[in-house]
């Protein structure tokens, strides 16, 4: 599976951006994406997912309200559309891949997008 990112950029603080993902090759029917980020020096944490379980997006406390998760009806496209930004959203923000599960956790990711580079100023 290859996932591909699109949509990062620069914005105001305040502003909003959406962010898609595209996934190629063979999924399993359990197959679920989600959203990391990493800001620079700090460790990659999770954004927002969406469970195999019960197909229902998750978002992490610092975004909750703010980001919304939108799944393609195939499940081979993500969109996170993000509104009020904060100049502490800055970060790349990374599309995950998991066969199964939450995708709320590194250890669970199969797959990884390449990065898409979102900056806020004030």
């Known amino acids: 599976v290859q996932l591909v990112e699109s949509g990062g950029g620069s914005v105001q603080a305040g502003g909003s951006l959406t962010l898609s993902c595209a996934a190629s090759g063979y999924i399993y029917r359990t197959f679920v994406m989600g959203w990391f980020r990493q800001a620079p020096g700090q460790g990659r944490e999770w954004v927002a997912s969406?469970?195999?379980?019960?197909?229902?997006?998750s978002y992490s406390d610092s975004v909750k309200g703010r980001f919304t998760l939108r799944q393609g009806n195939d499940k081979k496209t993500l969109y996170l559309q993000m509104t009020t930004l904060k100049p502490e959203d800055t970060a790349m923000y990374y599309c995950?891949?998991?066969?199964?599960?939450?995708?709320?956790?590194?250890?669970?990711?199969?797959?990884w997008g390449h990065g898409a580079q979102v900056t806020v100023s004030q």
């Open positions: 995950a891949g998991c066969d199964i599960g939450v995708c709320s956790v590194i250890p669970d990711v199969n797959y």
């Open positions: 969406i469970s195999s379980a019960d197909g229902m997006p």
